[in-house]
Each structure stands twice: as structure tokens, then as C-alpha cells.
């Protein structure tokens, strides 16, 4: 499952309201010298759902999906902001999730984001640990704020897996740049105008392990290192006319084949631009986000590097919401084409083929339509309407048996759900 938008802690607040409490809005920090603060925020999320889909019924395996669900998670934010005396902003926050355990026994806790901060007001904001980069910081144009999220949201994980649409855009990805390890440089805001540098060496979390810098076989969705991901958003209002814009460019080394190749050749490097802007008057919203570059999403969820005899990556949506006192409503609608999915295996008698570069003959291509509402019930308690359809091409590439074939190369979902979420 994907991050809802409302994540509660991303980069902290910080540096005198150039901080941020979530991936996507800024709030300034008031506290005066010598003060801290300590929080223990959180949220309850449940759903309801009917979904159904062109794999429903895997006739590989003689398996069933049910089609109307219950969904449900809680995630923890604890953190704590601090002023010295001699003006220094300081603190540090966590993001505690929930597992997917299939039973309540199996349910535990784990750190998703950790990180700390130092800054001053005129200079900036320095974090490091395990959290958000400017590509998810000033990701603008989304329109993820109606509903659970649209197609980033959580109540997609209904969906077969197989069959949820690729979102194409930065935060769905946990390892590119949600949960790895990096340190961000966050600036003060001038006129409107603020700007971020990271740098990630590899795709570790916050506890060493060794990184791998080559492999006797390729790494399957290829291995991102030394990652630069440079930012910047300008936020003005001109009248009663707000302006949004946001750019973000990443790019990224890759771990070296030593070895003899093994199904794909090898990858590319990683080099992702995306942009995207908003104009809002009077509660209405519309705008968009786009994104290109030598990158893949081969799993559905995590930003990976192209392969060789791949193409470059483009994906493009464009939205629109209306704001009034408690409701929020809204819709988007988002194309990615890609390289795509791996083949597992070749299905010799489909007549399907593999290219010498270990890939299909079709690229990937995948669309999905979001709408929605919001209701703010009563300060902290959020009710959802949620309608989701998604379509899923690629020629040559069975997706309900994840090998090459001529069959279930197109795939469809939707899903209509309702839910709450109640946060404190």
C-alpha cells in the first residue's frame, strides 16, 4: 500500500515557518527561546470497499479474491521541537507504522521515517535520517488532498496487487526517497520562493547494513546509489489568485554487474525531471504534475532504474478541486508509459517473445481516474468517498502470472469504498 497524503510527519517543523509537518504543507514554529515541545500525534485510518478487477480469478492458480473488504491501519508521529537560547531550532521526529499482518497476532509496529534537525532561521535547515527529500517535499499538482488520496492513497490495497494502476509520481515510492537514509538541506523561504538539496548514498534505512557497490548478477529493478535530488517550490497569491509551482530533479549512480548477465542486461542511471503547478481562486483548484526520465516502477510501487533496451519513462496528470467550509471534492486523472514489468519466465507455446535485453516487446502503460470527496466532520475526524478506475497494458507480459504470454496483457480495476479517518 502507497502513503496517504495526510502522513503527518515528513520533514519537521522547524526552522522559524520554514518547516513542514507533512509532505505537503508548510507551518511555522512559534516557540520561544529556551522552550520545547513534545508531541505524540496519530491517526486511525478505516475503510470499506467493493472492487473488482480483471483478476479477480487467477486461472493459474484456481484462486478467488473476495470483492468487498474491510481495510484498516493506525500509524504513531512522536517528535519533539526545541529553541535554544541563542536562537537554534532543533528536534527530532519518528513515523511508527502498522504492518499488514493478516492476523491481529501478526500485527507489529515498525519505524518508517526517524530524523533529526539543526537550523536558524536566516540560514536554513539541515535534517538527516530516514525521511522525505525535496522530490517528495515540493511535489506540487497531485491533487491528492480529496478523498483517501486518489490513486496514492491507501484503499487501492484492495485491488489485487497485479492490478492496481503504476502512480507514477515520487512519494509512492518508500525506498526512493520516503525511508532511506539521506540528509536535506531545507532553505529559508524568500519571497515566495523555497529550495532543498539531499544527498542518499544508497538505498539503506537508518541501520548500517553493508551497501552493495556490485553483484555477480544483476539486482532485480536495479540498485540506485549516490543519489543528488536537488528542489524548489515558488508559493505567491497575486489578488485572490493563488500560485503554486513546483521542480524537482534527481539523479543517481547505479550498482555495478560483475557478473555474466542473467535475464535483463543491466540498467541505466537514474535521471528523473518533474514539475508540476497549481492556480486556486474562490475554492476551486486545478493544475497538474508531470514526470520523465531513464527510471521504471517494475513492482508497482518503487522508483527503480531503466534497463538496457528499456525507454525512458513519462508519466503526466492533471486535476482539479473545490474547497467549501468542510467538503473538499475533487478528480485526476494520470497516464504513465514505462519499460515496465520483468518477465519471470518465458510461456513458449503463447508465442510471447523476450527481447535479448531480458524485457517484453511492449512498453507499459497505465491509466488511472481518482474521485472523490472529504468531509472534516468535527476537527480531526475526516469522512471519505472513494471511486477509482484503473486500466494496465503490456504487451507480451501476462500480468496474473508475471511471466511473458499473449493472455492478460490488459488488465481493469475499480473500486468504490468509503471511510474515516480520525487523527489526534
Do not use: C
Not at 496487487?161 to 532553505?187: E, R
Amino acid at each position: 500500500m502507497r502513503k496517504l497524503l495526510l502522513a503527518g510527519v515528513a520533514v519537521l517543523a522547524g526552522v522559524g515557518g520554514i518547516g513542514m509537518t507533512s509532505a505537503k504543507a508548510q507551518t511555522a514554529t512559534t516557540l520561544s527561546p529556551g522552550s520545547v515541545t513534545v508531541r505524540l500525534n496519530g491517526r486511525v485510518n478505516w475503510y470499506a470497499g467493493i472492487e473488482s478487477s480483471s483478476i479477480d480469478s487467477n486461472s493459474s492458480t484456481g484462486q478467488k479474491t473476495s470483492t468487498d473488504n474491510f481495510l484498516g491501519y493506525m500509524r504513531l508521529y512522536p517528535g519533539f521541537d526545541g529553541v535554544a537560547a541563542n536562537g537554534l531550532h532543533y528536534g527530532a521526529a519518528a513515523e511508527i507504522r502498522m504492518n499488514g499482518g493478516q492476523g491481529a497476532s501478526s500485527e507489529t509496529l515498525y519505524v518508517f521515517q526517524a530524523y533529526g534537525y539543526l537550523g536558524l532561521p536566516q540560514l536554513g535547515q539541515v535534517s538527516f535520517g530516514q525521511e522525505n527529500g525535496p522530490s517528495v517535499l515540493f511535489e506540487t499538482g497531485t491533487f491528492e488532498g480529496f478523498n483517501d488520496g486518489g490513486w496514492n492513497g491507501d484503499i487501492e490495497g484492495m485491488i489485487p496487487g497485479a492490478a492496481i494502476a503504476v502512480y507514477p509520481f515520487p512519494d509512492s515510492g518508500s525506498a526512493y526517497d520516503q525511508a532511506s537514509n539521506k540528509i536535506v538541506y531545507l532553505s529559508p523561504t524568500f519571497s515566495g520562493l523555497q529550495l532543498a538539496v539531499a544527498f542518499t548514498p544508497n538505498q539503506n534505512a537508518a541501520n548500517y547494513a553493508p551497501a552493495i557497490t556490485s553483484s555477480a548478477t544483476p539486482i532485480l529493478g536495479g540498485q540506485p546509489r549516490n543519489m543528488i535530488d536537488v528542489g524548489g517550490q515558488f508559493t505567491q497569491k497575486f489578488g485572490g489568485v493563488g500560485v503554486q509551482i513546483g521542480v524537482d530533479y534527481t539523479n543517481a549512480g547505479q550498482v555495478a554487474n560483475t557478473g555474466d548477465p542473467d535475464g535483463v542486461t543491466g540498467y541505466k542511471q537514474m535521471s528523473i525531471l518533474s514539475g508540476g503547478a497549481t492556480v486556486s481562486f474562490d475554492g476551486f483548484t486545478v493544475g497538474g504534475n508531470s514526470s520523465y526520465g531513464a527510471f521504471n516502477m517494475a513492482d508497482g510501487d518503487t522508483f527503480q532504474l531503466e534497463p538496457d533496451g528499456g525507454t525512458a519513462a513519462i508519466g503526466w496528470l492533471a486535476g482539479a478541486m473545490y474547497t467549501n467550509g468542510p467538503l473538499v471534492v475533487g478528480a485526476s486523472f494520470f497516464r504513465f508509459n514505462q519499460t515496465g514489468d520483468l518477465p519471470g519466465g518465458i510461456d513458449a507455446g503463447s508465442g510471447a517473445t523476450i527481447t535479448s535485453a531480458g524485457l517484453t516487446t511492449g512498453q507499459q502503460q497505465n491509466t488511472g481516474v481518482a474521485a472523490g470527496l472529504t468531509y472534516t466532520l468535527v476537527p480531526g475526524v475526516n469522512l471519505f468517498a472513494d471511486y477509482l478506475y484503473g486500466v494496465r497494458q503490456q504487451g507480451g507480459y501476462n500480468f496474473e502470472t508475471g511471466n511473458a504470454g499473449t493472455q492478460n496483457n490488459q488488465i481493469q480495476s475499480q473500486l468504490f469504498g468509503v471511510g474515516t479517518q480520525i487523527q489526534w
